[in-house]
């Protein structure tokens, strides 16, 4: 059975690789690193009409890393529509190991204590990698990801990378660039770490800050209310 170690794993996203298997129960994992990489830029997320009511009606309850295994399992679980998943045993461990480091992140959709959808990724740098998504109700993902791009825009990240291109990420604005272009937009993200040390939490000096929303809420006037779905509508709609 493969263990893959953390500093392997950051090293490889930090150029562009990422690991991948063919089951959950794989024993091995490849390495992977797109010709043509899709990426969603922070300012171009499409809010559609539709969209913009449903995250305004907080039809969900939506948390950032609550549970971050449980997501990352629900991920992992097998659908109609995906009988099979990359994520082994062994990526979900790493990616168990980098959340507790710090670097792993994730977004829940709760509908009362049920877990109906959600995301999570990777933080490296001013980057985020997003590694799956996932929705058990409709919308729940896309819900998701518009906090996730209101969470990395307050954060000050800069790239946004989705791995491979979908239908689905396409009509929420993501885009195919050329390997050598994604490899420069990655350079800009991490180089304003490049030179510092990591911190016991994971985060380094000049790195995005995964936390920046939940400051934002704490600031606003209604001290301690947590940010809302017209909040998250109306960072989108600001910073588009």
Do not use: N
């Not at 969900?60 to 097998?78: G, I, K, M, N, P």
């Not at 239908?167 to 991490?190: N, P």
């Not at 006037?221 to 909040?231: F, I, Q, T, Y």
Request: with cysteine; proline share 2%.
């Amino acid at each position: 059975m493969t263990v893959l170690d953390p500093q392997l794993v950051l090293g490889a996203y930090s150029v562009g690789v990422f690991p991948m298997a063919d089951a959950r129960d794989a024993d091995e994992v490849y390495w992977v690193e797109p010709r043509r990489r899709a990426i969603l830029p922070l300012d171009g997320f499409h809010l559609s009409r539709s969209l913009r009511r449903r995250i305004a009606a907080d039809d969900f309850h939506v948390t950032a890393d609550r549970d971050f295994q449980a997501t990352l399992r629900l991920c992992a679980e097998s659908a109609t529509d995906r009988p099979e998943t990359w994520i082994s045993t062994a990526i979900e461990r790493v990616f168990l190991d980098l959340h507790a480091r710090g670097y792993a992140h994730s977004v829940e959709c709760w509908q009362g204590e049920r877990l109906v959808g959600g995301l999570y990724g990777l933080a490296l740098g001013r980057a985020f990698f997003g590694e799956s998504m996932v929705s058990r109700a409709t919308d729940a993902s896309k819900v998701a990801l518009a906090w996730l791009i209101a969470r990395l825009r307050a954060g000050g990240f800069t790239l946004l990378d989705c791995q491979f291109q979908t239908s689905h990420l396409a009509s929420l604005g993501a885009v195919e660039i050329d390997r050598d272009d994604y490899v420069a937009l990655l350079g800009a993200a991490l180089s304003t770490s490049a030179s510092s040390a990591a911190s016991s939490s994971g985060t380094v000096a000049g790195a995005g800050d995964f936390a920046a929303l939940d400051r934002l809420g704490a600031l606003r006037d209604s001290v301690s209310a947590p940010l809302s779905g017209k909040d998250i509508v109306q960072l989108l709609v600001q910073t588009s």
